[in-house]
């Protein structure tokens, strides 16, 4: 994997990339179904101009995600401090728990959730993570642990190889409710996405290995069942939105 960012990478990659079935592969983590391209573009390695006049003949998603890109450089035109505050300002002002031993058990995939410790496990492995994770990695560290959503910013900034200060700090307002979008208040469940986006868990037992003779439910539900041999849940997801939501209100 780490093959994937050697110089030249991305022309191959431009080449033999399906864009036409993104639309269906790109939620799948499990799948090699997004483009990848994002440390060319963020170094500037490969030209936003070039590569939309190419995927526009292919894939009306795939121009849709670009189309976020520049909303969110928008925004930072907009708002030049959103790197740090919240954009929406009933959202400013709240009192983040930033338990220290939660912190460090997310930043070292320990949490007892598969999905999340994956993520982070892919994210230390290749300094990348698939967007669908990183959604629920961020919603977990904001919703579930109480974390203040700087601290995860700071965490991406350090381990993504694709980082750009823009897109991070719009997805991670994005994912913690407090940034553009209209949706008051977006729960991810984890136990709900993975079911839903890695079903068979070929994500989970790819960065987790010593999970791979477990039950695909089983993973997915690590407060149901104790999955042997593995971390216990270091919060219980249902308690902690109930109190998040108390948190916000
Ligand atoms: C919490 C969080 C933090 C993120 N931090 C970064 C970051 O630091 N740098 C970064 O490049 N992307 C970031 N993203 C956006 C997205 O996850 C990545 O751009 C994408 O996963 C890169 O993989 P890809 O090139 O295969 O994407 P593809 O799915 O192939 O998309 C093609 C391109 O579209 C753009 N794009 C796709 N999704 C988004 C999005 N949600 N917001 C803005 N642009 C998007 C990217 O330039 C991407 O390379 C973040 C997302 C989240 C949820």
């Given amino acids: 994997m780490a093959d994937m960012w050697r110089a030249g990478w991305h022309t191959h990659r431009l080449q033999f990339f399906d864009f036409r079935k993104y639309a269906v592969t790109r939620d799948y983590p499990y799948l090699d179904g997004t483009s990848k391209l994002s440390p060319y573009i963020s170094l500037g390695i490969l030209s936003i101009r070039d590569l939309f006049n190419y995927a526009v003949e292919f894939s009306e998603e795939f121009v849709r995600q670009l189309a976020w890109r520049e909303f969110y ?13 919240e954009i929406k300002s009933r959202m400013r002002n709240i009192r983040w728990e930033n338990d220290e031993y939660l912190i460090n058990a997310f930043k070292e995939g320990k949490t007892g959730y598969p999905i999340v410790d994956a993520g982070i496990r892919q994210l230390k492995s290749e300094r990348w993570m ?78 987790i290995p010593e ?17 042997k041999g593995y971390y216990e849940p270091i919060v219980n997801h249902y308690e902690r939105i109930k109190k998040f939501k108390e948190m916000i209100s």
């Fill in 73 to 85: 450089y928008y925004l930072k035109n907009k708002y030049p401090w959103m790197r740090n505050m």
């Fill in 130 to 207: 698939h967007n669908r994770v990183r959604l629920i990695v961020a919603n977990f560290l904001v919703k579930d642990l109480h974390v203040d959503w700087r601290i995860g910013e700071d965490f991406f900034k350090k381990n993504l190889i694709d980082y750009d200060e823009t897109l991070n700090v719009g997805n991670w307002q994005w994912s913690a409710s407090v940034g553009v979008d209209p949706l008051p208040l977006r729960v991810f469940n984890p136990m709900r996405q993975a079911e839903k986006y890695d079903p068979l868990c070929e994500y989970i037992k790819k960065y």
């Fill in 211 to 227: 999970l791979r003779d477990l039950d695909h439910k089983e993973l997915h539900d690590p407060l149901k069942y104790r999955l």
